[in-house]
C-alpha cells in the first residue's frame, strides 16, 4: 500500500498542521493518532490525507499509533472549530484538543464504557434448569432469570452474584444466551410528578411559532422573567424534535449547579430520550463516556454548560440557550470564545433554529431582537408577559436611601424590621450581597494605610474567621498585621462589608433567627450548595447570606424577603456593561422573592433611590431599561453599534508590554484605516498575579473590517522577536476589560 501524507493538528502554539507518515496504518480524517513531536510523543488529529508534502518524503516520520477503536471527529465538528480558531484568533490544533474530554488528549485508547446486554435464546428458551449441575448455584439463578425477563444488563447481573457476569458468558457459551455491547447508558429514573401543564397562551404562541419554524436557520429569543414558563416551552420543543426521530437537542446552561434541576426535570418529562450532561464537575471517565454517547448518536438530550457547544452531535436539530444573558458563556482564557455565537454560526450550518431564553436578554440579543433590521440577522421575539403560575404575584421593590436613615451595622431599619416580621411569620429571607469575606479592606485609622495585594493593584480582603487576608484575585494570603506596617499604629480597622460580617451582624441582631452563607467561600465542598439548599427546602434555615451564587434559578417557596446591600459602586463603574449586569443580577435575585403564593418584598439599600436603573426594576421593566442603555451605546458608539476586539498583553515588565503594545497600535493604523485603533492603555487592574498588563482596543463599524484586520495583525505579531518575551492573546467581542 502506498504510503499517505497525514497533516495532523496539534496541541501546540502554531496555527499550522503538521506533516507526517501514515506507514501502514489506515487513518481516516477526524482520527486520533500519536505522533513523535520534539522530543516527545503527543495527540494529534488527523485533518487531511494527502498525497504529497511540501517537506521531503524522507526528512517525515511516521505516525506511531493511531486509535483506530474510537469514532472518528466528524467534519461538522471540525469545521465549526476551524471557525472559531479563526474568528477568535487561536491556534487551531489548541483550540481543537481542548475542546475533547482530557481522556482524548492522552496517550491510551478511549474506548465507550460499553456494557453487554445478555439476551434469551430460543436454545436457552427450552434448557430446563435442572439439567444444570446442582453445585453451579449461579449458573442456575441467571438462566431462571434470564427466562424470566429474557434479557439482563450488567448491573441488573450484579443483582444477582458477584460471578454472575461470568456465569452469564458462560451461558453464551452453551448458545443458551447471546450478548451484544450496548452504551452504557444511565438507568432513567421514573420521576413522580410528572403531570403536564395545558399550555398559556403564550407559551403556545412560543412553541407553534418555534415549531412553524424547524428544519431552517432561525435563531428565537424567549424572552420572560422567571417562572413565565420559558422551561416549559423548552420540554414541549424538546418533545416535538426528538419525537420525529434522528434528533438531538443541545440545551446550554450557565453554571453546573443548574444542570441537576433541569436534569430531573428533563428526565421526568422525557422518559423515553437518553439525557446526558456535560460539566466540569464530571469526572473524566464520566465526561468522556457522556460525550461518546452524543457523538453516537445515542444520547438525545444533552445538557452541558458552554464547552459542549463543540461536542460532535450527529443529529443536532435544535439549540437551547438557558439564561443567554450569562457571562460564564463567555470563556476568558485561551480561546475567548463566546458559547453564544458559536452556538449560532453550528445552528446557521446545519439549518437549525436556536432558542436563547432570558428574563434580562443581554444586549446584543436585544438589539438583533428589536433594532436590528437586517432580515437574515433579525431575531424573533416571543414573549411570556405572565409568571405561569397565577398565583405568584411580582414582588415589591423598595429602594432604601442609605444618606437618610441611621444604618445599624450597615444594616437600614426598614431592613432589620423586614427580617423581623419574616421571623414572626415563620417566613424565609435571602441577602445578597456580591462580595465575600468579612470586609473588603483593612484600614489604618490612623495614616489610612489600606493593606493592599502585592501582586495584583487590588486589596486584600479580610477574611476573619482564618484571620486571613485574602487576594480575591491572585488568592494571595497573609496573617492580619498587629499594627499598621506604615506607622505603627495598632488601630486597624475592618471597614465595608462582605458576606462574613453581615452574616455576624445578623447573629447579633437576631440570635433566634438560624443563619447560612453561601459564597464561594463556604460552598467549596462539592455537595455543600446541595445541603444548604435541602435545608432551606426543609425549613431549617430562616436567613440565607450569599452572594451572586445564591440568584440563579433556585426556588425557594417561603421566601418573601429579599434585601440586596452594597450594590452602588456598580452605578458608577467604568465599565460600560456594568448597570447591564446589575439590572441582570437584581432582576434575578429579585425573582427569588414570592414564587408560590406569597407576595414578596425586596428591600435595596443604596445612596441612589432615583437611579435610572432602579426606576426600571422597582416596576420590573427591563424593556425600557434595555432601550435607554441601547440609545446610550449609540451614542457612544459602544457594541452591539460597533465591533470590538483586544490586544492583550501582559509580562513582569511593564516597558515590555508597552513596546510589543505600541508595536502593534503602529502596526495596526498601517494596516487599515476601517478600524479605530486606541492608544495602548492599562485596564484598570493594571497588575494580575505578578503581571503587569496592558491592552489596545479596536472598533469598527463592520466586523469583516475587524477580522481582515487582526488576521494580518495577529500573523506578523506572532512573527515578531517580542512576541515571546509577553503574554498576549485577542480577545474578540470582550466583556471585560
Ligand atoms: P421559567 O423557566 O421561565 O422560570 P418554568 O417553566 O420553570 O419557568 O415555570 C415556572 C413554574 O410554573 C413551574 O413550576 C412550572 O411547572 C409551572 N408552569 C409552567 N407552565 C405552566 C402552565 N402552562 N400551567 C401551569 N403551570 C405552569
Ligand atoms: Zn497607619
Ligand atoms: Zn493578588
Known amino acids: 500500500m502506498a504510503q499517505s501524507i497525514l497533516r495532523i493538528a496539534l496541541d501546540v502554539p502554531l496555527d499550522r498542521l503538521f506533516d507526517y507518515l501514515s506507514g501502514d496504518l489506515d487513518v481516516q480524517v477526524g482520527q486520533r493518532v500519536l505522533v513523535p513531536f520534539g522530543s516527545r510523543s503527543q495527540i494529534g488529529i488527523v485533518m487531511e490525507v494527502a498525497s504529497s508534502s511540501d517537506i521531503a518524503i524522507e526528512k517525515l516520520k511516521p505516525v506511531l499509533q493511531a486509535f483506530v477503536e474510537e469514532t472518528p471527529l466528524d467534519a461538522e465538528m471540525l469545521n465549526l472549530i476551524k471557525f472559531s480558531a479563526d474568528y477568535y484568533q487561536h491556534p487551531f490544533g489548541q483550540a481543537l484538543l481542548s475542546s475533547l474530554p482530557a481522556r482524548l488528549r492522552q496517550i491510551a485508547p478511549a474506548v465507550s464504557r460499553k456494557q453487554y446486554l445478555y439476551q434469551l435464546t430460543d436454545a436457552g428458551r ?135 434541576q433541569l436534569e430531573a426535570r428533563f428526565r421526568s418529562r422525557l422518559p423515553d430520550f437518553p439525557l446526558v450532561s456535560l460539566h466540569s464537575n464530571l469526572s473524566e471517565s464520566e465526561r468522556l463516556h457522556h460525550w461518546q454517547l452524543a457523538q453516537s448518536g445515542a444520547a438525545k438530550i444533552i445538557i452541558g454548560t458552554r464547552l459542549s457547544i463543540f461536542t460532535p452531535l450527529p443529529d443536532l436539530k435544535l439549540i437551547i440557550i438557558d439564561e443567554e444573558h450569562d457571562s460564564s458563556y463567555k470563556q476568558q482564557d485561551s480561546m475567548r470564545y463566546h458559547a453564544r455565537d458559536v452556538a449560532m454560526v453550528r445552528a446557521k450550518r446545519l439549518n437549525i433554529p436556536v432558542v436563547l431564553g432570558s428574563a434580562t436578554p443581554a444586549l446584543e440579543t436585544w438589539y438583533n431582537a428589536t433594532v436590528n433590521s437586517k432580515p437574515a440577522s433579525r431575531y424573533g421575539l416571543l414573549r411570556l408577559k405572565e409568571r405561569a403560575v397565577t398565583a405568584a404575584q411580582l414582588p415589591q421593590i423598595d429602594c432604601i436611601d442609605t444618606t437618610k436613615v441611621n444604618l445599624q451595622h450597615g444594616l437600614t431599619p426598614q431592613l432589620i424590621a423586614g427580617l423581623r416580621l419574616r421571623l414572626e411569620r ?134 418573601t424577603l429579599v434585601g440586596v446591600i452594597d450594590t452602588d459602586s456598580a452605578l458608577h463603574s467604568p465599565d460600560f456593561r456594568a448597570s447591564e449586569r446589575l439590572f441582570a443580577q437584581l432582576m434575578q435575585v429579585a425573582g427569588r422573592a414570592g414564587r ?31 432601550n435607554v442603555l441601547l440609545e446610550e451605546r449609540e451614542q457612544m458608539q459602544f457594541p452591539p453599534y460597533v465591533f470590538t476586539a483586544l490586544l492583550r498583553a501582559e509580562a513582569n515588565d511593564y516597558m515590555l508590554v508597552q513596546q510589543f503594545l505600541q508595536l502593534a497600535f503602529a502596526l495596526a493604523r498601517s494596516l487599515t484605516e476601517q478600524v479605530l485603533v486606541y492608544d495602548p492603555v492599562r485596564p484598570q487592574m493594571e497588575r494580575l498575579k505578578g503581571m503587569e498588563r496592558g491592552y489596545v482596543l479596536m472598533q469598527a463599524r463592520q466586523r469583516p473590517a475587524l477580522q481582515q484586520l487582526l488576521k494580518q495583525l495577529v500573523s506578523q505579531m506572532r512573527a515578531h522577536k517580542l512576541a515571546a518575551k509577553v503574554r498576549w492573546a485577542v480577545d474578540v467581542n470582550p466583556l471585560e476589560f
Open 126 to 260: 427450552a434448557a430446563d434448569v435442572e439439567q444444570i449441575a446442582k453445585k453451579q448455584k449461579v449458573l442456575r439463578s441467571v438462566l431462571s432469570a434470564l427466562q424470566e425477563s429474557s434479557r439482563l444488563t450488567e448491573a441488573e447481573l450484579d443483582g444477582i452474584s458477584a460471578t454472575a457476569r461470568k456465569a452469564a458468558k458462560a451461558l453464551v457459551d452453551l448458545g443458551y444466551a447471546s450478548s451484544e455491547q450496548v452504551p452504557a447508558l444511565q438507568r432513567l429514573v421514573a420521576m413522580a410528578e410528572a403531570v403536564e401543564p395545558p399550555l398559556n397562551a403564550g407559551q403556545l404562541e412560543a412553541v407553534q411559532q418555534i415549531i412553524a419554524g424547524f428544519g431552517v436557520f432561525k435563531a428565537w429569543l424567549l424572552y420572560g422573567i422567571t417562572g413565565s414558563g420559558k422551561t416549559e416551552v423548552y420540554i414541549r420543543l424538546l418533545q416535538r424534535v426528538l419525537q420525529q426521530g434522528h434528533a438531538q437537542v443541545l440545551v446550554l446552561v450557565p453554571e453546573i449547579n443548574l444542570t441537576p
Open 596 to 626: 408560590a403564593d406569597k407576595a414578596g418584598q425586596v428591600i435595596i439599600q443604596t445612596q441612589f433611590p432615583d437611579h435610572a436603573l432602579f426606576n426600571a426594576l422597582r416596576i420590573q421593566d427591563y424593556e425600557s431599561y434595555a
Open 426 to 559: 415563620k417566613e424565609q429571607s435571602l441577602l445578597f450581597i456580591n462580595r465575600r469575606g468579612y470586609s473588603p479592606v483593612l484600614l489604618c485609622s490612623a495614616c489610612h494605610w489600606i493593606a493592599p495585594c502585592s501582586r495584583c493593584s487590588s486589596r486584600l480582603v479580610v477574611h476573619l474567621s482564618q484571620r486571613k487576608l485574602r487576594c480575591h484575585h491572585c488568592g494571595h494570603e497573609q496573617r492580619i498585621p498587629h499594627q499598621c506596617p506604615a506607622c505603627g499604629d495598632a488601630d486597624l480597622h475592618p471597614t465595608g462589608h462582605g458576606t462574613q460580617r453581615l452574616e455576624h451582624t445578623l447573629a447579633q441582631l437576631l440570635p433566634a433567627a438560624r443563619i447560612a452563607r453561601v459564597d464561594r467561600d463556604s460552598i467549596s465542598r462539592k455537595n455543600a450548595l446541595v445541603e444548604i439548599l435541602d435545608r432551606v427546602h426543609g425549613q431549617e434555615i430562616d436567613i440565607l447570606v450569599g452572594t451572586q451564587m445564591l440568584a440563579k434559578g433556585h426556588d425557594f417557596p417561603n421566601l
